[in-house]
C-alpha cells in the first residue's frame, strides 16, 4: 500500500511539474447568452476550475451576449477558430445533427439536471463521429418548457393552427408545422423583438428566460406542463486542443465529463424552474394546467415526430430505435425519464 501511495505521489507531482513547465494558453470562449444569464456563472467557475488544475497555465476568457458572433453561428466559430470554446446550440441549424437532436423530442427527458447528465452520457458515443470538426466538451438540456403565447391561449394542440410561433430548435419547428402553425426563426435574444412586433404569436421557452430576456412583458399565457429539453453543448477548437501539452489537454478532458454537464446544468435548471412562480405572481399572466385528456391529445400529437427523427438517424447510418432505447435507458438511469 505504502509503495502505491509513492507511485501515485510520484505521478501526480510529475503531472504538476509538467504543467508547470507548459506554455500558457489564452483560450476565448464565446456565448450567445446575455452576461447575467445562470449559465455564464457556470462556465466562469469551470474556467476557474480548470486554471487551478493548469497551475495557471490555462485561462479562460468568457465573452457572453453574442460579443464575437451570432448564436446561430457558435458551432462553426468553434470550428473555424474564431473562438476557441463555444456554447453550441445543435437545433439552431437544422438537419446538421440528428444524433443529438434526439435529445429535444418531446416528453422523453422529465427533468434538466438528471437529464442532462442522461444525455451527456448518450451522446458520447456518438459525438466523436456527429461533429468531427470540433472536439465535443459536453451537452445538457435546460429545464424542459411548454408553449407561452401572446394573444390567443393554447390549450389542445389544434390550437396552434394558423398561430406563428418561435420553436426552441429544429424539431420543435418540425412539431410546430405538424399542428399547421407557422414557424419565425430567432435565436434567444432576438425572440422578445418579434413578439414585441407581433412577428410571432407564441414561443416555446423554459420559465426563467421569459422573465430573463424580458419577454413577460408580452407574452400572457402560459401552459403549465413538461413539453420538450433543449439540447446545448460546449465545444472546442481541435487545433487549439492539439496544440497543449498532455497535462493540459488531459486538465481538459476532466473538465468535459458528465459530471461537468451535471454542475453546468443544475444551476441553470434552478433558475428556470424559479420562474414558474415568478410568472405566476405577475398581474395578468395566466398560467394554466391541462387535463389528463388536453394532455394525452399533446403526447398522441407529437408521436409522429419519433419517425421523423428517425429517417435521418438511417440515413447517416444509425439504428434509430437502437438509439432511442439507449437514451430511454440512460434517462432510467439517471432518474430522468418522462
Known amino acids: 500500500m505504502k509503495h502505491l501511495t509513492a507511485v501515485a505521489l510520484a505521478l501526480a507531482s510529475g503531472i504538476g511539474a509538467a504543467l508547470a513547465q507548459d506554455k500558457p494558453v489564452d483560450l476565448k470562449f464565446s456565448h450567445w447568452v446575455p452576461a ?29 451576449a453574442q460579443q464575437l458572433g451570432k448564436a446561430f453561428d457558435h458551432y462553426d466559430m468553434a470550428r473555424d477558430g474564431i473562438a476557441d470554446i463555444t456554447y453550441a446550440n445543435p437545433g439552431y441549424t437544422p438537419g446538421r445533427f440528428p444524433v443529438i437532436a434526439a435529445g429535444e423530442l418531446p416528453f422523453l427527458l422529465a427533468n434538466a439536471k438528471e437529464g442532462s447528465a442522461a444525455l451527456d452520457s448518450w451522446y458520447r458515443k456518438y459525438a466523436p463521429k456527429e461533429m468531427a470538426e470540433v472536439r465535443f466538451c459536453l451537452a445538457f438540456v435546460h429545464d424542459p418548457g411548454t408553449f407561452h403565447s401572446t394573444r390567443k391561449k393554447i390549450v389542445v394542440p389544434a390550437d396552434v393552427a394558423g398561430m406563428k410561433i418561435r ?14 402553425g407557422a414557424n419565425v426563426q430567432a435565436s434567444a435574444v432576438e425572440a422578445r423583438d418579434v413578439l414585441e412586433k407581433n412577428v410571432a404569436d407564441g414561443i416555446t421557452f423554459p420559465w426563467g428566460s421569459i422573465v430573463l430576456f424580458g419577454m413577460d412583458k408580452v407574452l400572457k399565457y402560459h401552459i403549465d406542463t413538461a413539453l420538450y429539453t433543449s439540447v446545448q453543448t460546449w465545444v472546442m477548437n481541435k487545433a487549439k486542443y492539439e496544440a497543449m501539452s498532455p497535462a493540459q489537454k488531459k486538465v481538459i478532458d476532466d473538465h468535459c465529463t458528465t ?68 437514451l430511454k435507458g440512460s434517462a432510467a438511469k439517471y432518474n430522468s425519464a418522462y
Open 36 to 64: 447575467t444569464h445562470p449559465i455564464v456563472k457556470a462556465s466562469e467557475q469551470w474556467a476557474d476550475s480548470i486554471k487551478k488544475a493548469s497551475n495557471g497555465t490555462i485561462n479562460i476568457t468568457i465573452y457572453p
Open 167 to 180: 420553436p426552441a430548435g429544429a424539431t420543435i419547428a418540425r412539431f410546430v408545422t405538424l399542428l399547421g
Open 259 to 326: 459530471e461537468w454537464a451535471l454542475k453546468i446544468a443544475t444551476p441553470w435548471a434552478d433558475f428556470e424552474a424559479g420562474g414558474r412562480d415568478k410568472i405566476k405572481a405577475i398581474a395578468g399572466q395566466e398560467v394554466y394546467p391541462l387535463t389528463p385528456d388536453q394532455f394525452a391529445l399533446w403526447r398522441a400529437a407529437a408521436q409522429p415526430l419519433i419517425g421523423e427523427w428517425a429517417e435521418p438517424m438511417r440515413k447517416v447510418g444509425y439504428d434509430p430505435k437502437a438509439a432511442l432505447d439507449e
